[in-house]
């Protein structure tokens, strides 16, 4: 199956600082969706970018789909973005399930 | 709608017993799924559902687990003979179908139940 690698593994940050999350897939990408995991295990679908770039509000997403790469931007990082952040694209193994596989995440912490 | 809810939030058992967990789907979300999550990985697809049916199993759903979903609603996923290996966060999601033969443009999860099996 598809191979999803997310970097850095671990990110520590100052408040107010911004940061670049990475997401590599082995294999092309179609559907590619970010989510948010609260330090309490809520996951938080943040953003559905097949192509191309999204912004909502501090955060914003790119997809070079041709490359099998996604990027997840943080600006202004605040304490309530900690958490760890996956990458995932969802696939139809022939039942139409569309299940997600996700990449380990990056674990961040924002520190005030 | 307040989202998926999961019932219980943590669970612990002795080694050996059955559990049972239950997931609420927002209520027009015809798509539901099991993930199970350990510590500092991803979660894994367990088990779909397309309303009642249950379309797709992982390899990772041994014979010990079950699910079920009657009348396309909530859903229930049983654990025998729990073992040691098991202790991991058990996710719901559901989404609604997306255009046909395309799939679902978000997925909403619940918080989990926390099994630990000593």
């Known amino acids: 199956g598809i191979q999803v690698e997310q970097s850095p593994p671990d990110l520590i940050l100052q408040e107010g600082a911004n940061s670049t999350l990475r997401c590599n897939f082995s294999d092309s990408v179609n559907n590619l969706q970010w989510f948010h995991q609260n330090p309490w295990g809520q996951l938080i679908n943040l953003f559905y970018i097949p192509s191309g770039t999204k912004q909502n509000g501090r955060l914003s997403a790119t997809t070079v789909a041709t490359e099998r790469y996604s990027l997840l931007y943080i600006s202004s990082s605040q304490t309530t973005d900690s958490g760890v952040y996956f990458c995932?694209?969802?696939?139809?193994?022939?039942?139409?399930?569309?299940?997600?596989?996700f990449g380990k995440g990056t674990k961040l912490s924002v520190i005030p | 709608d307040t989202g998926v809810s999961q019932d219980p939030r943590h669970k612990i058992t002795k080694r050996g017993q059955n559990v049972t967990f239950r997931c609420d789907p927002i209520?027009?979300?015809?798509?539901l799924y099991w993930y199970r999550q350990t510590l500092g990985q991803g979660p894994e697809f367990l088990t779909y559902f397309q309303n009642e049916a249950q379309l797709e199993k992982s390899r990772l759903l041994s014979d010990r687990f079950s699910a079920e979903r009657p009348k396309g609603s909530f859903s229930t996923l049983e654990i025998q003979r729990t073992e040691q290996g098991d202790s991991a966060m058990y996710l719901c999601?559901?989404?609604?179908?997306?255009?046909?033969?395309?799939?679902?443009?978000?997925?909403?999860f619940g918080s989990g139940t926390r099994l630990t099996v000593v």
């Open positions: 209520s027009e979300h015809n798509r």
């Open positions: 999601a559901s989404s609604l179908a997306g255009v046909s033969g395309t799939p679902p443009r978000g997925y909403t």
């Open positions: 995932a694209d969802p696939r139809d193994s022939g039942a139409g399930s569309y299940q997600l596989t």
